[in-house]
């Protein structure tokens, strides 16, 4: 506890002991954000009780985290620990016209009034308050915060604008247990590495330790010794039931961030009252003498007693106060039991997959750079989330800074040029299409970004960002470490940063090391913030198998399944340079206009083809334009009448192999690409479906899990009463050499089966 002496009552503007910065007043404030966070978590357990409130983790014992939102800017990102109730308590109230206590409990009644997640999620979570809603609990936050601190540098020294003010600390708070994460031990050594590479990284790394995770308790000494001495990582540790401790040691820790513009970790020692969460029973694996030390480090009382030590109060004036606070918890709990709640799909599900064709196609089709954002409004909030309809159409605005530093831009080309040049390319293989994209996009606007392991200086493992960074800058095209979740964490700040992030993952089979950003970070924020907060991205992935003389399982991968059943993720895949062209135009527009996260599934093995039937016909090679593939519609090969072959990437090359065989022994069948996975094409399926009443589904990826599933589903219920074939991969991994012949689908199975069907 600080040195303080009982005295005569102290005036409220006074400091609170001598020499502090503190005054008696500004305490008692903490000491009701502490109080009002308390009641907070018991009057969740009350509404729990009564049937009325649902799964609510507490902050209990952790209110020392008030000192944060105390000494960081109101504008400083938040990205938060389920346990920070006291942080957001005080965060919100330093906003004007924010009730942090009703908006709390709106949350735990799960009201369609909550004004973060309008009644889908209790979280931590406020626009107005700069905090960005996380549920946290396994670390997942910690790779976006460091994509956050890194892209405010970016978009600075590039001339843009952000949401955020440009010397902003990146606040990111996490629990002991969560520090074990691989997640977060892989966020923490990309801050470091970043920092070690001279770009900065204002972020501020806060563990609030209070020894346990549910019921395993951490080592003591533990997070020290992980964190405490590490190069690189400036250390601060503090006992955060020591309210005056603790506001100077948050205080120098964050100056000392925004000052340096480098990571930093503080240990807020904390203690975790009222068990992990309303229905966890501590008693049947905790001793009660722990539990009675934990009481005693109760953080509440400490200021409670800090107050009337230092004479700010008296002993019944602190309970009165305590008392009063209670009384407006309960009050506001009872009024909002009565708010209406989600009862329909279509409420539920109104943020996860949002929209405006009209407006996407306009976006893909400019020819100027959309007119650079406005700075951020006097409060450093700026909503980057709509875009005019009319500026997508409009010229570019003189002085608009939206065009990249002089020094990255070609200067014998202008966006005009590079969007004619579309209609006069040449044909290209697939891998030449997406490059000759990505850079006609990078060059139209200043806020995309591509990046991932080896895309800059090598231009990938397949050349397919190759010049990119030469013609752009390292500013605009950079290579990343070796992480997947740092990779994707990159993108997920940058996108809230104000930028359209491309990032590159190697390998299909790699994005599942890193699957819970795309699914438990990405997707889930509009979902989680009623649509405020939004995931822009493309992320670009290197799929699928038939590489041959190369791979085995990790490099040839065929599972899309993980991937495939996330809600509101757009999924393209490609097969020919002109698709890729237009679905890549779509994909960064749908992104860009709505705030959509895609996958852009590019298949490895038609990369670098050429030829469709024959050695040296050229066949496969095609001009990628500027016209956008409209989301969610297929595209048709042939008109034929006896059948239809479904399929996609590196099925389309199979499929029409096939159809052409077949056509020469009398049998006509049409090609259909999907080209989307999600969303399926339905409408443009059943019609080609209808046209022949015989659908044969040729599927490279495996049998169970694949999308043949829900391709034969889709036609089912459309009503489709026709014959109904699959052909697909076994359910195996994919091995080296010969023996992969033996458990992929090729266009001999795919043409057999269709003889087959025909014959039926």
Known sequence: MSAIRPGSARAATEPVVPGSRYSAADVLELFDAQVASRHLDLAARRLTAAGQGYYSIGSSGHEGNVALAEVLAPTDP?????????????????????????????????????????????????????????????????????????????????????????????????????????????????????????????????????????????????????????????????????????????????????????????????????????????????????????????????????????????????????????????????????????????????????HHPDRIRADALRTRPLPHPAPPTETGILDTRRLDPADLNSAHREGSGDQPAAEVVPADKSPESAMRDSAAAPRMTLGQAINHTLGQLLERDGDVLVFGEDVGRKGGVYGVTKGLQRAFGARRVFDTLLDEQSVLGTALGAALAGFVPIPEIQYLAYVHNALDQIRGEAATLPFFSDGQYRNPMVVRIASYAYQRGFGGHFHNDNSVAAVRDIPGVVIASPARADDAAGMLRTCVSAARVDGRVCLYLEPIALYHTRDLHALGDEGWLATPTAEPADLGRARIYGDGTDLTIVTFANGVLMSLRAAHRLSERGIHARVLDLRWLAPLPVEDLLRHARATGRVLIADETRRTGGVSEPVCAALLDGGFTGAIARVTSEDSFVPLGPATAAVLLDDNTIETAATKLVAM
Not at 132 to 161: K, N, Y
Not at 247 to 273: G, H, I, M, Q
Not at 280 to 309: F, H, K, M, N
């Open 78 to 354: 938040a990205l938060l620990h389920y346990r920070s109730g006291a942080f957001f308590v005080r965060r919100c109230r330093r906003v004007p016209g924010l009730d942090p206590i009703r908006d709390v409990l709106l949350g735990v009644v799960a009201a369609a009034t909550d004004p973060i997640s309008g009644g889908r999620h209790k979280v931590f979570g406020s626009a107005p308050a700069a905090v960005i809603p996380q549920t946290s609990t396994i670390a997942s936050h910690l790779p976006r915060a460091v994509g956050l601190a890194f892209a405010l540098d970016r978009a600075t020294r590039l001339g843009r604008f952000t949401a955020w003010p440009s010397d902003s600390v990146i606040l990111c708070t996490f629990g002991d247990a969560s520090a074990n994460h691989s997640t977060a031990v892989g966020a923490i050594n990309t801050a470091v590495h970043t920092a070690h590479q001279q770009v900065p990284m204002p972020v501020l790394f806060v563990c609030e330790d209070n020894g346990i995770g549910i019921s395993v308790r951490t080592p003591p000494d533990w997070i020290q010794q992980a964190y405490g001495s590490r190069p690189g990582l400036r250390y601060f540790e503090v006992d955060g039931t020591d309210l005056l401790e603790t506001l100077s040691v948050c205080d120098a820790a964050a100056r000392w961030v925004r000052e340096n513009r480098l990571p930093a970790f503080l240990r807020l020692r904390t203690t975790r009252l009222l068990g992990h969460a309303g229905s966890d029973v501590e008693s049947a694996y905790r001793r009660a003498a722990d539990i009675d030390e934990d009481l005693r480090r109760d953080p509440v009382t400490a200021t409670g007693r800090l107050l009337v030590a230092a004479g700010a109060a008296t002993g019944p004036e602190v309970i009165a106060r305590y008392d009063a606070v209670a009384a407006e918890v309960a009050e506001i709990a009872e009024q909002v039991q009565r708010e209406p709640k989600l009862t329909t799909a279509a409420a539920v599900t109104a943020t996860l997959a949002p």
